[in-house]
């Protein structure tokens, strides 16, 4: 049986001298007694450090679970710190140590089956947990008909936001344009009244810098060229294609207009720069909204979403790729049924926990599960935290873009580099070039062509 110990925030477990951090300071969990279970097999879980909420949910949903008495299972999380999972993770492989249970994205899950890391579960969950995905779910997590993760959520990675006011005040509009020709024009218009009004540390617009440009310039790609770096039978790069020229000239123009700020801090929290006055506009990740609900209430009847200028104005099409993140059971792990009703309990089982997420985001993602969609769909017409047009724009951008690529990663370096070189003032034709040669090159390496898994 279980048996009652003092209240803990966090279970600190030390794995050959690695070690996850207690929650931060600013993270208050209500007191509450952790039960322990004599005997129990434990399952030890690695979840990413996210926002405070989400951070306080997993424990919430944690102590809940380990409230069963009579299931067998401990459950004992570790919070790793996004920046350096990859090295925590490989340092636990080398030393035996791996989590029973890990996040991992959806464009990183197929590298994860190719290194033999990720388990088959299609076996440990129920057949109706996988009946329950939608397609689009589905086939970020199923290879060759066979069930490498459970799916925890779907967002849109680029979505525009801007600050009413600001828009009004230095845009003299309340109207985001919807092609890129009037968008830059209004950028013009709000860099010029800013300066005559001797405003310091404003800026017209944000994108994407580093890293997040590399993941959240799927959109930008798929909305200018028609498709992504690289060819659906992953057979040769589409850096020549129609498109990126036009893409690579609108990132010259925001860099040398000093549209957008040299340097930002992470793409994820981008949008506190808009809340703080420091941003007209940005691109932000719909995750946003519940940054903005969760810890800027007083601001959003001031902030508008809208969905990303295109070159052709048309917003009917992907503007965006879905996100997010899979539960994977270790195949290293030696209590896998144990793990898979960890899993079944939290995502893939009853609508409840789920819920509980859903809510916390305020609604700022998409179930990968249809029941669970549904059970979102009839609660949104009476919930008042989220503005209906918000979840308008979420859900048209949301409906319309692919899942995430799962191609090397090192091919979407090579676009980012390419635009953040063009920036930096390089010859828009050479540095396409480079880019070019760059992912050709990577084909041959990774032995790619003709080898996508999603089919060409």
């Known amino acids: 049986m279980k ?6 925030l966090l279970m600190c477990l030390f794995l050959a001298g690695l070690y996850a951090c207690k929650p931060p300071d600013d993270i208050i969990i ?10 129990a097999t434990k399952v030890n879980m690695w979840i990413h450090d996210f926002e405070d909420w989400n951070n306080l949910l997993n424990f919430k ?7 069963i008495l009579d299931d067998g299972i401990q459950l004992e999380q570790t919070l790793i710190d996004t920046g350096t999972f990859e090295d925590l993770i490989r340092s636990a492989r080398e030393t035996g140590n791996e989590p029973d249970i890990y996040m991992v994205s959806y464009g990183n899950l197929y590298k994860e089956i190719q290194n033999g890391y990720a388990a088959d ?13 939608y397609d689009t779910a589905t086939s970020g997590v199923r290879y060759d008909n066979r069930y490498y993760g459970y799916p925890i959520l779907m967002e849109p990675s680029t979505l525009l936001f801007y600050n009413k006011t600001l828009l009004e005040t230095y845009g003299e509009t309340s109207v985001v344009p919807s092609n890129w020709d009037d968008f830059t024009q209004l950028l013009s218009t709000i860099k010029t009244n800013i300066s005559a009004a001797n405003v310091k540390g404003l800026y017209p617009f944000d994108v994407p810098k580093g890293i997040g440009l590399g993941w959240a310039s799927w959109g930008l790609q798929l909305s200018s060229t028609g498709g992504l770096a690289l060819s659906n039978d992953w057979r040769t790069s589409r850096l020549l294609d129609p498109g990126y020229e036009d893409l690579a000239g609108l990132w010259k123009t925001l860099y040398e207009n000093r549209y957008v700020p040299l ?17 007209v506009m940005t691109t932000a990740g719909s995750w946003s909204i519940a940054t903005v609900i969760n810890d800027y209430p007083d601001l959003i009847d001031n902030i508008g979403v809208a969905v990303m200028p295109t070159f052709s104005g048309d917003t009917n099409i992907p503007t965006a790729t879905n996100g997010g993140w899979v539960y994977v059971i270790s195949e290293a792990s030696e209590n896998k049924e144990a793990a898979a009703k960890v899993l079944e ?3 893939a089982g009853a609508t409840d926990k789920p819920l509980e997420y859903f809510r916390g985001a305020r609604y700022a993602k998409a179930s990968p599960r249809i029941s669970v969609q549904n059970a979102i769909t009839a609660e949104l017409s009476s919930q008042t935290d989220v503005p209906q047009a918000w979840i308008n724009v979420l859900t048209s951008v949301a409906a319309l873009a692919p899942m995430e690529p799962i191609y090397p990663w090192d091919v979407s370096i090579a676009v980012s580099a390419m635009l953040e070189n063009v920036a930096l003032g390089n010859s ?7 880019a070019h040669q760059t992912i050709i090159n990577l084909i041959t390496t990774n032995n790619l062509a003709g080898n996508n898994p999603r089919g060409s």
């Open 3 to 8: 048996r009652n110990l003092l209240p803990i």
């Open 30 to 39: 209500d007191e509450r007694e952790e039960q322990f279970e004599d005997g």
């Open 61 to 67: 949903q944690r102590m809940d679970f380990n409230d």
């Open 121 to 133: 579960i299609t076996d440990l969950l129920p057949q109706s947990s996988f009946d329950d995905l």
């Open 263 to 279: 340097s930002s801090g992470d793409y994820t929290e981008v949008i506190n720069d808009l809340c703080l006055d420091k941003l």
């Open 345 to 347: 309990y939290l995502v």
């Open 428 to 434: 828009i034709q050479s540095e396409i070039d480079n």
